[in-house]
C-alpha cells in the first residue's frame, strides 16, 4: 500500500481565480484516474500567487518558478487535462 503522507504535494500557480499544476502532472494524472474509477483521492498541493509569487522568497527560485509556471498556464483545455510527457528521461 502507499502512505499518501509520503507523496509529494503537487505544486500549483493560482492565475486568474484558477489553479494549474506547475510541478506533478504525473500524479494529478494518477489521482485523477483514481477518482474516475470511483476511489476517493485527497493529496496535498501547494498554491502560489501568480505571477508575482511572494511565498517564494528567493529571488532565482522565485524566476525559475514563474518561467515554469508561465509553459503550465499557456494551456488550451483551460487545465482540465494535465499535460504529461509520454517518454521518461533517463539520467
Known sequence: TVNPHRIPALVAAKYEGKKYVVCGNRRLKCYKDAWHSGHDCWFKVIVHDFPRCPAIKDP????????????????????LFPHVNKKRRMY
Open 60 to 79: 532565482f527560485q522565485r524566476l525559475a518558478f514563474i518561467a515554469k509556471a508561465v509553459y503550465s498556464v499557456d494551456t488550451k483545455n483551460d487545465g
